[in-house]
Structure formats: structure tokens, C-alpha cells
């Protein structure tokens, strides 16, 4: 499974790609406004830290425009994705980048016929947004769970990226039904390395070692 991070604050970023942990970046206009920087300098930032795809996402409604604000955008560094609102308008602009050969990523998914037109329309990520859905009781993962199959069964090639992701578990039980890609805010990545039987056990074998006196190096 690959790991995005759901963020635009660049400190993030910078420490996170560090980790090795970090193999894309997505963002979104209430993530952009967040981070107070202008929009296009944010988006050149972030290329220039993560090589993985950045998705920056269009602010137009209609598809005329959508394709204008595509064309700037992907001028930027070869590994933006275009992210796209899964509207009419927003999927025949998916339809339109992806037969040109760019990256796009279908945003705002919260049902298995949604993703389905996503896949249709050639998105290189659809992304269903799990937090929001259990947010309102629904099932967010049975959502997951439901695409994966639906594009198996048909072999699109269009990737699952599990957004509005709120706790590890989130990413645990999208890699076992198989989605492609997690995207979490940097607090649960971080979350992923913590466990207190790891703290536990390295400080008993620090404490044992420190009583042997000697020292590797
Ligand atoms: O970027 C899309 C998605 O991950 C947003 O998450 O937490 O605002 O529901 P959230």
C-alpha cells in the first residue's frame, strides 16, 4: 500500500518525506487556504520535496474552466495529479486529462457508482472519502470494500485512495481488503509507528545493555 499525506503544511512534509514513509501528497482548497501561502507556490513547493504524485485540486465548477485551471496547474512539475470534483463536469474534465495522459485524482467519492463512473472517465485514483462517511454512521471501509471489487472485476486500472482517513485502523483495514493508497493526515503516520509494547521492550533491552558497561562503536 502506498502512503500519501493529506496535508499542505510543507514542515509536514519535509519531515515526514524523511521518513521514507511518504510516497505522494494530497491537498485540497480548505487544506491550500490552511496553509495561508499562494496556491501555485504551495503546489511548486511540495513537487519540488515529495517526487511521488501531488495532487492539487481545480477550484472551477464547470468544465471549460476546470480545463484552464488544469493546464496552469500541470505546467507546475510533471508529478501534479489533477484533482477533480466527481461532478458531471468534473468527470468529463477526467475523461479529457487522463486521454491526454495526465494524472488525475476524482475527489469527493461517497458511493460504489460514483467510483464506477471515476474508473469509466480513466482517474488514476478515485478517492472515497472514509472519516466523512462513518462521520454520518454510515460505513465508510464497506465502501472501500465495494470498489476494490468493483474494479477488480473489471480490471480498471484507476487506483483506490482511501481519504478522510482518522485513525490507524482506517489504514489497516483498507490494506486488507487491498486499496492502493492510504492518504492521512501527518498525525495518524505517525500514529502507525507507536506502540507501547515496542517502548516497553527497547527500554528493558537499553536498561540490560547499559549494564553490560561496553559500546559498540
Ligand atoms: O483531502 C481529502 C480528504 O482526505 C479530507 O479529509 O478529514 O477533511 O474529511 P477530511
Redesign the pocket.
Known amino acids: 500500500m502506498k502512503f500519501f499525506i493529506?496535508t499542505a503544511d510543507i514542515n509536514e512534509i519535509k519531515e515526514l518525506a524523511a521518513t521514507g514513509m511518504v510516497d505522494g501528497v494530497?491537498?485540497?482548497p480548505?487544506?491550500a487556504a490552511k496553509s495561508g501561502k499562494k496556491f501555485l507556490d504551495l503546489v511548486r513547493e511540495i513537487c519540488a520535496i515529495v517526487p511521488g504524485p501531488v495532487s492539487a485540486e481545480v477550484t472551477a465548477l464547470d468544465y471549460a474552466t476546470m480545463m484552464k485551471e488544469a493546464a496552469v496547474l500541470r505546467k507546475i512539475a510533471t508529478n501534479v495529479t489533477i484533482k477533480v470534483p466527481l461532478t458531471p463536469d468534473g468527470l468529463k474534465a477526467c475523461k479529457s486529462l487522463s486521454s491526454d495522459g495526465v494524472m488525475v485524482n476524482v475527489?469527493l467519492c461517497f458511493s460504489p457508482a460514483q467510483a464506477l463512473l471515476a474508473a469509466k472517465a480513466g482517474a488514476s485514483f478515485i478517492?472515497p472519502?472514509v472519516?466523512?462517511l462513518d462521520d454520518i454512521g454510515s460505513d465508510g471501509m464497506a465502501l472501500i470494500d465495494d470498489i476494490c471489487t468493483i474494479y477488480r472485476n473489471y480490471d480498471f486500472k484507476t487506483e483506490v485512495l482511501v481519504?478522510?482517513?482518522?485513525h490507524p485502523m482506517h489504514i489497516v483495514e483498507a490494506a486488507k481488503i487491498g486499496a492502493h493508497v492510504s492518504?492521512m493526515?501527518p498525525s495518524t503516520l505517525r500514529q502507525l509507528f507507536n506502540h507501547p509494547l515496542t517502548d516497553k521492550g527497547l527500554k528493558a533491552f537499553m536498561d540490560d545493555w547499559a549494564k553490560t558497561g561496553q559500546s559498540i562503536l
Open positions: 493529506d494530497t491537498t485540497n480548505s487544506l475527489t478517492s472519502f472519516g466523512r481519504a478522510s482517513i482518522r492518504t493526515p
